[in-house]
């Protein structure tokens, strides 16, 4: 048994993209475990990017299969679009299978996604509007439609019917909207169906027996610890679980079943939407990070919120995740920075606290207490051996393992492939 978790360590956009692109040459099954459309995965080949939203990042190499799991809510119109995508430049798309457990994203999902942010006046969220809290929502009031429903032509006609009674009457109640169209809805999924309906399957018999056959498997998250629905700085949070326990549920493994997991960390810091961000820099250095880090949304393309690194973030990324490795993405970012900061520790009242703040008027509040580190100025992007970097850039990385209290793994230096510095072999 060889199996790898890749989570986010802190408010999504660390390049996870990248180093599951990278594990996964090495494995053999990849799969998305939560999560939907609304996170984006920005893998380079060749100096070509590939934006991935809801296929797993295996689906770049052949040979691959590509699992997407119970946890994923999932949007039949938005991977057929993203197939036919990567069609178009030459990629094999039928190594992919689909949770029969995994939670439709329907028609109504979206729109009273849109609605109910719009309805939030002052209070919004920065949710991305594509139906991914509302299709969770129906999950847990056991009104979601899954995909087991979706290609069984009658239950699907029945459960669809019972269901728009239901949200016509609550977009007619509570927004003023016309009701959605039965038919309309009923013939375009059907059609998602008969498309789909040769990748359902059950997935975790099916995971299961890829471990007892000790096959490789490279489990991937979407967004990061910071937007987990119960860790991160809720409400500013996304609607399932991000963190490598997430695993657990979302692929239907047991978690004697996790060898390692890898947290990314981007070597500096980005969030996007609302919510407290205690390192950021609204200035001319955060100016000169989303600039130099093209840091706009991969799916969105709204500008992200930058800052300098947040060590106390990436520690108790660590330990909600039992972190084995941490993979640093984007380090030549700072390649021209004269100085360079990073938060270890949190102030509040005078006073260093050493948990993470679960109440978001204390945690907007905190003060970070930063150390200051010389920059290299110097281009790392043609390093490849972690002895050869800038003295500076190896303590500036040091530190980071010490507080966080987990090792390094890798050092990423550019977007591509071949750009990244392996520090611990043999992962799988």
């Known amino acids: 048994m060889s199996t790898v978790v890749v989570t986010g360590t802190q408010w999504g956009d660390e390049g996870k993209g ?6 996964a040459e090495q494995s053999d099954i990849v799969v998305r475990y939560q999560g939907g459309s609304n996170a984006g995965h920005t893998v380079s080949v060749d100096g070509k990017e590939f934006k991935l939203r809801l296929m797993p990042s295996g689906i770049l190499y052949k040979g691959k299969k590509c699992v997407i799991g119970d946890g994923v809510v999932f949007d039949p119109e938005v991977l057929l679009n993203e197939i036919a995508s990567l069609k178009k430049e030459g990629i094999e798309t039928a190594d992919y299978l689909i949770s029969n457990r995994a939670q439709v994203v329907m028609p ?3 729109l009273m996604d849109g609605l109910e942010e719009d309805n939030r006046g002052n209070s919004k969220i920065g949710t991305t509007k594509r139906g991914i809290g509302p299709c969770y929502m129906d999950r847990d009031r056991r009104i979601g439609i899954r995909m087991c429903d979706l290609i069984d032509n009658e239950l699907f006609a029945d459960k669809l019917k019972t269901i728009l009674d239901i949200k016509n009457h609550e977009l007619e109640v509570l927004y003023n909207q016309p009701p959605l169209n039965y038919k309309k809805i009923l013939e375009e999924y059907s059609v998602y169906a008969e498309k789909l309906r040769p990748f359902v399957i059950d997935t975790p018999s099916y995971l299961n027996k890829a471990i007892k056959n000790n096959k490789k498997i490279l489990f991937e998250g979407a967004q990061a610890t910071m937007l987990d629905i119960d860790y991160g700085t809720y409400p500013y949070v996304t609607a399932s679980h991000p963190i490598a326990g997430g695993v657990c549920v979302g692929a239907g493994i047991g978690p004697r079943n996790i060898d390692t997991t890898v947290g990314v960390v981007k070597a500096y810091c980005t969030r996007v939407g609302e919510g407290p ?19 706009f949304g991969t799916v969105t393309g709204r500008p992200r919120r930058t800052g300098w690194l947040d060590g106390c973030v990436v520690k108790y990324a660590g330990y909600l995740g039992s972190l084995d490795y941490l993979a640093i993405t984007r380090l030549d970012i700072l390649d021209h920075f004269d100085e360079i900061k990073m938060c270890v520790a949190y102030k509040y009242n005078d006073k260093i606290i050493d948990e993470m703040p679960a109440n978001l008027r204390i945690f907007g509040k905190v003060t970070p207490v930063y150390e200051t580190f010389k920059g290299w100025n110097s281009d790392t992007t043609n390093i490849r051996k972690y002895e050869d970097l800038p003295e500076q850039a190896k303590t500036y990385l040091k530190r980071l393992s010490e507080i966080a209290e987990v090792k390094i793994g890798f050092v990423s230096v550019g977007p591509n492939r071949n750009q990244t510095i392996v520090c611990a072999k043999n992962i799988f």
């Not at 961000?277 to 989303?290: A, S, V, W």
């Open 18 to 23: 990248k180093i599951v692109d990278y594990l």
């Open 277 to 295: 961000f205690p390192t950021e820099q609204l200035n001319d250095i955060g100016n000169q990070i989303r600039n130099v880090g093209h840091e």
């Open 108 to 110: 109504y999902h979206r």
